[in-house]
Nanobody, 125 residues
Framework: QVHLVESGGGSVQAGGSLRLSCAVSGFTYSTYCLGWSRQAPGQEREGVAFIDSLGRTSYADSIKGRFTISKDNVNNTVSLQMNSLKPEDTAMYYC???????????????????WGQGTQVTVSS
């Protein structure tokens, strides 16, 4: 059974940084996509950053240059380093996984098969 467990959320002032991590277990596919989506109150969930099994990355335009996604194949984790945070980055952040590297990008994240429970990120001005 696949489990995704997020950690690292919290509250930070604008301009600050946070690092989210997601522990992935039970996910044994050789080709895959991992990443992060977020959902702010009253808004739809949106894809943020994704990385496939070859290490290719894809980012939403709103966070390009500020967020960096990475994965650790030894420890089975995927992380999101968030710098220069803005109040509009406030949201619940969800780890996502899909057993395919096809459509490994923010626009297709709503179709992903597996999701974590989320971790809250709050950025104050």
């Amino acid at each position: 059974q696949v489990h995704l467990v997020e950690s690292g959320g919290g509250s930070v002032q604008a301009g600050g940084s946070l690092r989210l991590s997601c522990a992935v277990s039970g996910f044994t596919y050789s080709t895959y996509c991992l990443g992060w989506s977020r959902q702010a109150p009253g808004q739809e969930r949106e894809g943020v950053a994704f990385i496939d099994s070859l290490g290719r990355t894809s980012y939403a335009d709103s966070i390009k240059g500020r967020f960096t996604i990475s994965k650790d194949n030894v420890n089975n984790t995927v992380s999101l380093q968030m710098n220069s945070l803005k109040p509009e980055d406030t949201a619940m952040y969800y780890c996502a996984a899909n057993p395919s590297w096809t459509n490994c990008s923010p626009g297709y994240s709503r179709l992903f098969a597996y999701w974590g429970q989320g971790t809250q990120v709050t950025v104050s001005s």
